[in-house]
C-alpha cells in the first residue's frame, strides 16, 4: 500500500499532498486538484484513500493526515493536486472504540464521505462485511469525486411553479419501467433515462409534479436475507444519486443521468420533489454496519441514550434517530438541500418521518425545532416545494402542528377519513366535509390556507387504491415475515369478495369506487398526491408492505394503460377540468371572503346532514368572478338517493359532468347532458357532478383532451 503522509513542512514536490483548507467540506474540484474535508471530532487520525477501481482491496495510495496540519478544530483537510473529478475515495478513520461509551471508530473500515456526490457499489458490496470486524476495503462503496460544475443546463432552471395548481405524482424510478412490458430499451429499464422515455406519458396524465421515492444512494441489502430494498429509505449517501438507477456504468454516469432527468421534466412543465430521508441512516442501530457516519462520529450524527451510551434513542422503527440538534448535523442536512436544488435543480423535497426531526437530544418534541426552521428560511431553498410526513415511529403526529408557515403536510386524517366515508362507514360525514375544504378545522391557525394540506387516498406505504377496494386484509407473506409486517389499520373494503374475481357485480362496484376515491381526491381543496399506477388500477395483489419486491408485484404494468383504457380516460378529463377552473387554484378555503361561494345540502336543498348515520353530501360552489358553479354530490349509501337541484337563474340549467356510476366513457361523456328535471337520482355508492351552463340546452361538448 503507498501512504503519504502530509507532512508538517513546505513541500519540494509540487505533486505532493498539501495541508488543505476547510472548506467547502467534501470533495472540491479546481483546476489545480482536489480539496478534501471531512468532520470528526472524536478521530484521533484520519487517512484518505484513492482508488482506482470500484473492485479494489486495497487503495492505490493513501494519504495520512497529520493532526498538526491538517485539522484545524474538528475539520481534517487535505489537497491533492492533479487531481480530477471521476477519482474513487474513501476514509479510514481511527480512534477509541468504545461502545459503551457512544464510540465505534474502526480504523479497518473504509467510509463514505458524508459530502460524496456520488458513490459506487463494487459487485460484491456486503453490508455484512461493514457490520463485523475487519478490513472490508474491496467490498465497500467508495466515494467519487465530482466537479459539480461540469455539466450543461442549457439554460434550466428550477421551475418555482406556484403550489396552487400542483398535481403530484409519487413514483419509484426504477419500478415505473423496470417490466419488460414498458416498452422502454432492455439497457434503459429501471433507470433515470427510461424514465425521461415515459415523460409523455405524464404530459398527458396532466401531472403537473413528480415526488421521487428515495433517489439518494441507499442499501440495497438493507432488507431480510434473500430480499432487496427496493424502497431506498435506507440511505447511505445523501448527496449522491443511487448509481443502480443510472444506466451508465463509469462512476460519473448516475450524477449526469440524473441532471438529463430533471433537465427533460423541466422541458416538459413537470417539477421534480425528492423523497429526502434524514432521521435516520442505514447504519442501523447496535450491531449494524460502519459505511460513514458512524465510522467518523457517530455520538454527533446520532440521538445516543444518554443512560447507554452503546444504543440508540429510535424514534424511526429503524434502529437509530439522527441528531438534528447538533450544529454540524444541521449544515450537513442545510448543504445536501442546497446541493440538490443548486446543482441538481430539483424544485422541492417531501421529508420523510419529518416528526423525528423536531425532537430535542432528550427525546422531548421542541416547540421550534431548528432545522425545521433553519430549512423553511433557508434563502436557496425559499422557492421549493418542502412537505413533511409528519409523524414517526414513536407515535409523535403533527400533521395539525407542524411548524412553520410554508410547510405544507401529509394529511394522515384526510386519507383515513376518506377512506371511511367512500366505503361506508358511520359517523363520517363531518369530516368528510371539512376533508372536501382543504381540513380547515384541522388547520385551525389564521395564517393557514388550503396549500397547507397534502390530500392523499394511497401512497407506496399501503395498499394501491385497486386493492384498497379489492382486499380486507394485508397480504404481505411473500415478504417472508409470515404477515406481520406492514399496518393491519387500512381501512379498506372488497366489496364483497377478497382479492380477484369474475364477478361482474363485484367488480363493477370496485371500479365504482376506485372512481369516487378518484373524484374525492380531486374536488378537495388542497393539493392531491396521486400514487403511481392507480390510474390504471395497478394492484400488488394485497401486499401493504413491497419494500422488498423489487419484481412485477410493485412494478408499473404497462398492459394496464389499455386493459384499463376507461379509467385513465376518466382520470385524465378531470386532471384537465380541474386544472381549468379556478375554483381549485384558490388560495383561501371556500366560504372565506375573497374565495368561492361554498353551500352545504343534503337530499334536501340547504339541509346537509353531517350526522352519525349520514352516508351522503352535497356541496355547492359559486365562483362569481370566474362564472364557475359546481354541484358535487357524494352517495356513500347502499341505495339510490334522489337529490334536489338548486335552482339556477334564468336561462341556465345544469349540465351532467360526471357519475361514476355509469360505464366509461358514460362516466365523464364528452357531450355533457341537461337536466330536466328538478332533482337528480344518484346511484348507490357513486359521485356526481354538474356543472351549470347558460346557452343552449343541445349537449354541449367538454374539450378536455
Given at each position: 500500500?503507498?501512504?503519504?503522509?502530509?507532512?508538517?513542512?513546505?513541500?519540494?514536490?509540487?505533486?505532493?499532498?498539501r495541508p488543505?483548507?476547510?472548506?467547502?467540506?467534501?470533495?472540491?474540484?479546481?483546476?489545480?486538484?482536489?480539496n478534501?474535508?471531512?468532520?470528526?471530532?472524536?478521530?484521533?487520525?484520519?487517512t484518505?484513500?484513492?482508488?482506482?477501481?470500484?473492485?479494489?482491496?486495497?487503495?492505490?495510495?493513501c494519504?495520512?493526515l497529520?493532526?498538526?496540519?491538517?485539522?484545524?478544530?474538528?475539520?481534517?483537510?487535505v489537497?491533492?493536486?492533479?487531481?480530477?473529478?471521476?477519482?474513487?475515495y474513501?476514509?479510514?478513520?481511527?480512534?477509541?472504540?468504545?461502545?459503551?461509551?457512544?464510540?465505534?471508530?474502526?480504523?479497518?473500515?473504509?467510509?463514505?464521505?458524508?459530502?460524496?456526490?456520488?458513490?459506487?457499489?463494487p459487485?460484491?458490496y456486503?453490508?455484512?462485511?461493514?457490520?463485523?470486524?475487519?478490513?472490508?476495503?474491496?467490498?465497500?462503496?467508495?466515494s467519487?469525486?465530482?466537479?459539480?460544475?461540469?455539466?450543461?443546463?442549457?439554460?434550466?432552471?428550477?421551475l418555482?411553479?406556484?403550489?396552487?395548481?400542483?398535481?403530484?405524482?409519487e413514483?419509484?424510478?426504477?419500478?415505473?419501467?423496470?417490466?419488460p412490458?414498458?416498452?422502454?430499451?432492455?439497457?434503459?429499464?429501471?433507470?433515470y433515462?427510461?424514465?425521461?422515455?415515459?415523460?409523455?406519458f405524464?404530459?398527458?396524465?396532466?401531472?403537473?409534479?413528480?415526488e421521487?421515492?428515495?433517489?439518494?444512494?441507499?442499501?440495497?441489502?438493507d432488507?431480510?436475507?434473500?430480499?432487496?430494498?427496493?424502497?431506498g429509505?435506507?440511505?447511505?449517501?445523501?448527496f449522491?444519486?443511487?448509481?443502480?438507477?443510472?444506466?451508465?456504468?463509469?462512476?460519473?454516469?448516475?450524477?449526469?443521468?440524473?441532471?438529463?432527468?430533471?433537465?427533460?421534466?423541466?422541458?416538459?412543465?413537470?417539477?421534480?420533489?425528492?423523497?429526502?430521508?434524514?432521521?435516520?441512516?442505514?447504519?442501523g442501530?447496535?450491531?449494524?454496519p460502519v459505511?460513514?457516519?458512524?465510522?467518523?462520529?457517530n455520538?454527533?450524527?446520532y440521538?445516543?441514550d444518554?443512560?447507554?451510551?452503546?444504543t440508540?434513542?429510535?424514534?424511526?422503527?429503524?434502529?437509530?434517530?439522527?441528531?438534528a440538534?447538533?450544529t454540524?448535523?444541521?449544515?450537513?442536512i442545510?448543504?445536501?438541500?442546497?446541493?440538490?436544488?443548486?446543482?441538481?435543480?430539483?424544485d422541492?423535497?417531501?421529508f420523510?418521518?419529518?416528526?423525528?426531526?423536531?425532537?430535542?437530544?432528550?427525546?422531548?418534541?421542541?416547540?421550534?425545532?431548528p432545522?425545521?426552521?433553519?430549512?423553511?428560511?433557508?434563502?436557496?431553498?425559499?422557492g421549493?416545494?418542502?412537505?413533511?410526513?409528519a409523524?414517526?415511529?414513536a407515535?409523535?403526529?403533527?400533521?395539525?402542528?407542524?411548524?412553520?408557515?410554508?410547510w405544507?403536510?401529509?394529511?394522515?386524517?384526510?386519507?383515513?377519513?376518506?377512506?371511511?366515508?367512500?366505503?361506508?362507514?358511520?359517523?363520517?360525514?363531518?369530516?368528510?366535509?371539512?376533508?372536501?375544504?382543504?381540513?380547515?378545522?384541522?388547520?385551525?391557525?389564521?395564517?393557514?390556507?388550503?396549500t397547507r394540506?397534502?390530500?392523499?387516498?394511497?401512497?407506496?406505504?399501503?395498499?394501491?387504491?385497486?386493492?384498497l377496494v379489492?382486499?380486507d386484509?394485508?397480504h404481505?407473506?411473500a415478504?417472508?415475515?409470515d404477515?406481520?409486517?406492514?399496518?393491519d389499520?387500512?381501512?379498506?373494503?372488497?366489496?364483497?369478495?377478497?382479492?380477484?374475481?369474475?364477478?361482474?357485480?363485484?367488480?363493477?362496484?370496485?371500479?365504482?369506487?376506485?372512481?369516487n376515491?378518484?373524484?374525492?381526491?380531486?374536488?378537495?381543496?388542497?393539493?392531491?398526491?396521486?400514487l403511481?399506477?392507480?390510474e390504471?388500477?395497478?394492484?400488488?395483489?394485497?401486499?401493504?408492505?413491497?419494500?422488498?419486491?423489487?419484481n412485477?408485484l410493485?412494478?408499473?404494468?404497462?398492459?394496464?394503460?389499455?386493459g384499463?383504457?376507461?379509467?385513465?380516460?376518466?382520470?385524465?378529463?378531470?386532471?384537465?377540468?380541474?386544472?381549468?377552473?379556478?375554483?381549485?387554484?384558490?388560495?383561501?378555503?371556500?366560504?372565506?371572503?375573497?374565495?368561492a361561494?361554498?353551500?352545504?345540502?343534503?337530499?334536501?336543498?340547504?339541509?346537509?346532514?353531517?350526522?352519525?348515520?349520514?352516508?351522503?353530501?352535497?356541496l355547492?360552489?359559486?365562483?362569481?368572478?370566474?362564472?364557475?358553479?359546481?354541484?358535487?354530490i357524494?352517495?356513500?349509501?347502499?341505495?339510490?338517493?334522489?337529490?334536489s337541484?338548486?335552482?339556477l337563474?334564468?336561462g341556465?340549467?345544469?349540465?351532467?359532468?360526471?357519475?361514476?356510476a355509469?360505464?366509461?366513457?358514460?362516466d365523464?361523456?364528452?357531450?355533457?347532458?341537461p337536466?330536466?328535471?328538478?332533482?337528480?337520482?344518484?346511484?348507490?355508492?357513486?359521485?356526481?357532478?354538474?356543472?351549470?351552463d347558460?346557452?343552449?340546452?343541445?349537449?354541449?361538448?367538454?374539450?378536455?383532451?
Open positions: 500500500m503507498n501512504i503519504s503522509q502530509v507532512g508538517s513542512g513546505p513541500s519540494e514536490n509540487s505533486s505532493a499532498p488543505g483548507i476547510t472548506f467547502p467540506i467534501g470533495a472540491t474540484v479546481s483546476a489545480a486538484g482536489t478534501f474535508c471531512v468532520y470528526s471530532r472524536g478521530a484521533t487520525s484520519i484518505l484513500a484513492l482508488f482506482d477501481d470500484a473492485e479494489d482491496a486495497e487503495p492505490a495510495l494519504v495520512r497529520d493532526p498538526e496540519t491538517n485539522r484545524t478544530y474538528h475539520y481534517w483537510h489537497f491533492v493536486p492533479g487531481l480530477c473529478a471521476g477519482q474513487l474513501g476514509y479510514y478513520a481511527d480512534g477509541p472504540d468504545q461502545p459503551d461509551q457512544g464510540s465505534m471508530f474502526d480504523r479497518q473500515k473504509l467510509l463514505i464521505d458524508p459530502y460524496a456526490f456520488a458513490v459506487v457499489l459487485v460484491g456486503s453490508r455484512a462485511a461493514a457490520a463485523r470486524p475487519g478490513d472490508n476495503t474491496s467490498t465497500a462503496p467508495k467519487v469525486v465530482v466537479d459539480s460544475d461540469a455539466y450543461d443546463w442549457e439554460g434550466d432552471q428550477p418555482k411553479r406556484a403550489f396552487d395548481d400542483s398535481i403530484i405524482y413514483l419509484h424510478v426504477r419500478g415505473f419501467t423496470a417490466n412490458n414498458s416498452g422502454v430499451n432492455a439497457a434503459e429499464r429501471g433507470t433515462a427510461g424514465l425521461i422515455d415515459k415523460i409523455p405524464l404530459q398527458d396524465l396532466g401531472v403537473t409534479t413528480v421521487l421515492m428515495p433517489v439518494l444512494q441507499f442499501d440495497p441489502q432488507a431480510p436475507e434473500g430480499f432487496t430494498n427496493s424502497w429509505y435506507q440511505p447511505m449517501a445523501l449522491a444519486p443511487h448509481s443502480a438507477y443510472s444506466s451508465r456504468r463509469e462512476p460519473l454516469g448516475p450524477v449526469q443521468e440524473f441532471r438529463d432527468l430533471v433537465k427533460a421534466f423541466h422541458r416538459a412543465g413537470i417539477e421534480v420533489i425528492l423523497d429526502v430521508v434524514f432521521n435516520h441512516t442505514a447504519e442501530g447496535p450491531g449494524g459505511l460513514s457516519l458512524r465510522g467518523l462520529d455520538p454527533t450524527y440521538l445516543v444518554p443512560n447507554a451510551r452503546g440508540y434513542d429510535d424514534y424511526t422503527g429503524t434502529g437509530n434517530t439522527v441528531n440538534n447538533e454540524i448535523v444541521r449544515r450537513l442545510l448543504d445536501c438541500l442546497r446541493h440538490w436544488v443548486q446543482h441538481m435543480h430539483v422541492g423535497f417531501r420523510d418521518l419529518a416528526a423525528a426531526l423536531s425532537r430535542g437530544e432528550d427525546g422531548s418534541p421542541l416547540k421550534d425545532p432545522i425545521l426552521w433553519d430549512i423553511e428560511t433557508d434563502p436557496v431553498l425559499a421549493t416545494k418542502i412537505i413533511a410526513e409523524w414517526d415511529a407515535g409523535l403526529y403533527e400533521v395539525s402542528t407542524f411548524v412553520g408557515d410554508r405544507a403536510v401529509w394529511n394522515g386524517r384526510y386519507r383515513d377519513t376518506v377512506r371511511r366515508f367512500i366505503k361506508g362507514d358511520s359517523g363520517q360525514a363531518g369530516g368528510f366535509a371539512d376533508s372536501l375544504v382543504g381540513s380547515a378545522q384541522l388547520f385551525q391557525r389564521p395564517d393557514r390556507d388550503p394540506s397534502i390530500n392523499f387516498v394511497t401512497a407506496h406505504d399501503g395498499f394501491t387504491l385497486n386493492d379489492s382486499y386484509a394485508k404481505n407473506l415478504n417472508g415475515e404477515n406481520r409486517d406492514g399496518s389499520s387500512n381501512d379498506s373494503w372488497n366489496c364483497g369478495v377478497e382479492g380477484p374475481t369474475d364477478d361482474p357485480l363485484v367488480g363493477q362496484l370496485r371500479g365504482q369506487q376506485v372512481r376515491f378518484f373524484m374525492a381526491l380531486l374536488v378537495s381543496q388542497g393539493r392531491p398526491m396521486m403511481m399506477g392507480d390504471v388500477r395497478r394492484t400488488q395483489r394485497g401486499n401493504t408492505n413491497t419494500y422488498c419486491q423489487d412485477e410493485s412494478w408499473y404494468d404497462w398492459d394496464l394503460v389499455k384499463e383504457a376507461g379509467l385513465l380516460r376518466f382520470v385524465r378529463k378531470f386532471l384537465a377540468f380541474r386544472r381549468g377552473s379556478f375554483l381549485f387554484t384558490d388560495r383561501h378555503f371556500w366560504g372565506e371572503p375573497g374565495s361561494r361554498l353551500i352545504w345540502h343534503g337530499v334536501e336543498l340547504h339541509q346537509p346532514d353531517f350526522g352519525e348515520d349520514s352516508h351522503s353530501l352535497a355547492e360552489l359559486i365562483h362569481p368572478a370566474r362564472s364557475e358553479h359546481l354541484y358535487v357524494f352517495n356513500a349509501f347502499w341505495e339510490a338517493l334522489d337529490f337541484l338548486p335552482v337563474p334564468d341556465q340549467f345544469w349540465r351532467g359532468l360526471v357519475d361514476t355509469q360505464p366509461s366513457p358514460q365523464f361523456p364528452d357531450l355533457p347532458q337536466l330536466a328535471d328538478a332533482t337528480c337520482l344518484v346511484a348507490a355508492r357513486s359521485t356526481v357532478i354538474l356543472i351549470a347558460q346557452g343552449s340546452s343541445e349537449p354541449a361538448p367538454v374539450a378536455l383532451d
